[in-house]
Nanobody
């Protein structure tokens, strides 16, 4: 069993900041990549930012480049998303994702339960 637990969402005014955290636990042998996705009402889930655990290469969606920063603590199987200069259009449920090898040698993806981020104008 693998769990991803997100925290840090909330309500913030435009221009403000929030920091999301996601902790992965359970039958994980090693993590290849972790990332953040978001889904706004009536829209499809989209990638926000991702990070390769080995090497630390990052990837950002165009709308968040220069405002969001993804980082990790490998020892704690934790990924963070620092969100600055937030805009109302950033309002969405944010989901953590992990791509990993489990204890049985299987390559898997797992999702967190989501955390709401609301940016008021």
């Amino acid at each position: 069993q693998v769990q991803l637990v997100e925290s840090g969402g909330g309500l913030v005014q435009a221009g403000g900041s929030l920091r999301l955290s996601c902790v992965a636990s359970g039958s994980i042998r090693s993590i290849n990549a972790m990332g953040w996705y978001r889904q706004a009402p009536g829209k499809q889930r989209e990638l926000v930012a991702s990070l390769l655990v080995s090497g630390g290469r990052t990837n950002y969606a165009e709308p968040v480049k220069g405002r969001f920063t993804v980082s990790r603590n490998n020892a704690k199987n934790t990924v963070y998303l620092q969100m600055d200069s937030l805009k109302p259009e950033d309002t969405a449920v944010y989901y953590c994702n992990a791509n990993f090898w489990d204890d049985w040698g299987r390559l898997r993806d797992s999702w967190g339960q989501g955390t709401q981020v609301t940016v008021s104008s």
